[in-house]
């Protein structure tokens, strides 16, 4: 089948065009047909497009909305001009796969949306005000343009972390303010993480009950997730995407009366603290520099910036500090934890001196790491960055969030089981 993955934000739309079946997963043998991007959504719009052997083309559209990204890009795809292996006509798209950020409570699995689906997604936009409406505008598009008879899935950023138990999600608030409002974690990055734990049980060939890591994603946006037994059991980000690491702009955890207080001496209203909390914190904050790691490795390296060190520290230092926890969250009575820790992201994958600094002081929990090898990961490459006999062993694994949610558009359409 030829799916096309939709990954709709309120300024951006980004897509993939995947061709794979439920044989061609079992053989690891996808084929990604196309992928791009419209970015800048609302005027004259950046485009990238590019096919499974051509180099990526850059040009620009006036694209008023996600609703019009979305026509273009399935005229785009659709058209014969465009080159795309097995694609002629729009009869060739086969489904749709769309990235939802919030399911809520209640989509704990990628789903075939109808009009209940629909209405579910909507009931959690109290959940994600800046996400799932734009999520849903891409699903309107794609069922409008390829007609409602065409299967479009829905696979949802927080599904994942469903799993999660009531002491790791519950917040110490009230109890009824759970009830009334739903608050707890429900964390995010969920396909990320579970696209890893699926190739950790690939490359290691073995059960998805003998899955115990605890997987990092760090990228601009970044999240840890204990996954035991398979399942997520615990994860760092929250009610929002804000809690837990530090992120390229995000703050990650801080004490919640510190928004009070900065109301009071900066004069400052509670959006300015949000904004302050998820737009001028973290690595970018930290450093009055930038969010971008590579920059910062770069400055702090070459003119030994106090501020862009101390940045990376903090960065290292409290993701050093979620991995302590998990081992102790997973542990059970026989005095098993973690196996693993596994990298990912733009930063987890690429970068072996942050991995170094995270791994520094995990020795006596058994982490060993083999740095000729961690130097020698690099962009795109998946393995073992400890030593053999290492007792908890670390993994960079590149993510595919595009990939399992194609996977998973599959698998739905198929009507078969969604469990890695
Ligand atoms: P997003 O969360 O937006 O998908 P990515 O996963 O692409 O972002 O991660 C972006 C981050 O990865 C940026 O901070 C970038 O600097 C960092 N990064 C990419 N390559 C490297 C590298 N070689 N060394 C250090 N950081 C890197």
New binding site residues.
Partial sequence: MNILVLNCGSSSVKFQVIQTDLEQIAANSDRRLARGSCERIGGESLVTLQTEDTEAKRTTAPLRDVRAAVDFIISWVASEKSGIADIASVADIHAVGHRVVHGGEHFTHSVLIDADVLRGIEDCIDLAPLHNPANLKGITAARERLGAGLANVAVFDTAFHQTLEPHAYLYALPYQLYRRHRIRRYGFHGTSHRYVAYRYRQIKNIARSQVNVITLHL???CSACAIKAGDSIDTSMGFTPLEGLVM?TRAGDVDAAILDFLMAKEGMTITEVESLLNKQSGLLGLSGLT?????L?AEAEETADRRANLAIEVFCYRARKYIGAYLAAMSDTEGKTADAVIFT???GE??HA?RRRICQGLKCFGLDLDDARNEQMRAGKEGAITIDDSRLQAFVIPTDEELLIARDTVRAVRGVEQRY
């Fill in positions: 990228g601009n946006g390229g969010n971008d790691m590579r920059d490795l992201g733009g930063i690429n970068s942050i």
